[in-house]
């Protein structure tokens, strides 16, 4: 069975610091794409960070860029995305996903492989 596993989201302050992570069972994160991905209610799902196969490349939205940093470890079948000076803009449930091929991409449909998500909350 195949299961990707989000933890680490929680309530935290305007301007704070916070690491979630994502977990693979029944499936190899190693040689893929992974990505991150938030959904705010009312909104659309939106990319948020990429990371190819071998970590040579990396990707982000705008609005995240100097803030958040996206890392893998595939001897732990794990992606993680460290989040420092958070805004509320930020609040919104976050998706771990791999990619079907190893380039990183920012469509969604370029994934396969979904988590149920983790809500962080980012509070004024």
């Known amino acids: 069975q195949v299961r990707l596993v989000e933890s680490g989201g929680q309530v935290v302050q305007d301007g704070g610091s916070l690491r979630i992570s994502c977990v693979a069972s029944?499936?190899?994160?190693?040689?893929?794409?992974l990505g991150w991905f938030r959904q705010a209610p009312g909104k659309e799902r939106e990319f948020v960070a990429a990371i190819a196969w071998n970590a040579g490349l990396r990707f982000y939205r705008d609005s995240v860029k100097g803030r958040f940093t996206i890392s893998r470890d595939d001897d732990k079948n794990a992606v993680f995305l460290q989040m420092n000076n958070l805004k509320p803009e930020d609040t919104a449930e976050y998706y771990c996903?791999?990619?079907?091929?190893?380039?990183?991409?920012?469509?969604?449909?370029?994934?396969?492989?979904w988590g149920q998500g983790t809500q962080v909350t980012v509070s004024s």
């Open positions: 996903a791999r990619q079907t091929l190893g380039s990183g991409s920012r469509t969604p449909d370029s994934y396969d492989y």
């Open positions: 029944g499936i190899m994160f190693r040689g893929y794409g």
